[in-house]
């Protein structure tokens, strides 16, 4: 079924490395929140964010310079992400 292959432009690390410099949100495994700018990406995920803040619930709990995320770690990535709550 060829039909269904994505569009290269339509793969999900293309679809990331085109929002460098955008705000997002990374929700990771144990339900922590990253927001931030990315700032750098890689082929398994990683993900650098300059600006970070952190949170549980909804609620704030760190700001931060520079993080690095952890690709394996990731649950999903929000894309376009205002600053903070």
């Known amino acids: 079924m060829e039909s269904s292959k994505l569009q290269p432009s339509m793969k999900p690390l293309n679809v990331l490395t085109k929002q460098l410099n955008s705000n997002i949100l990374i929700v990771l495994k144990n339900g922590v929140e990253y927001r931030g700018r990315m700032i750098r990406c890689d082929g398994h995920m990683n993900i650098m964010l300059d600006g970070a803040s952190e949170f549980l619930r909804e609620k704030p709990l760190a700001n931060y310079g ?20």
């Open 66 to 85: 520079t993080v690095l995320v952890r690709g394996n770690n990731i649950l999903y990535i929000g894309l376009d992400v205002g600053r903070g709550k």
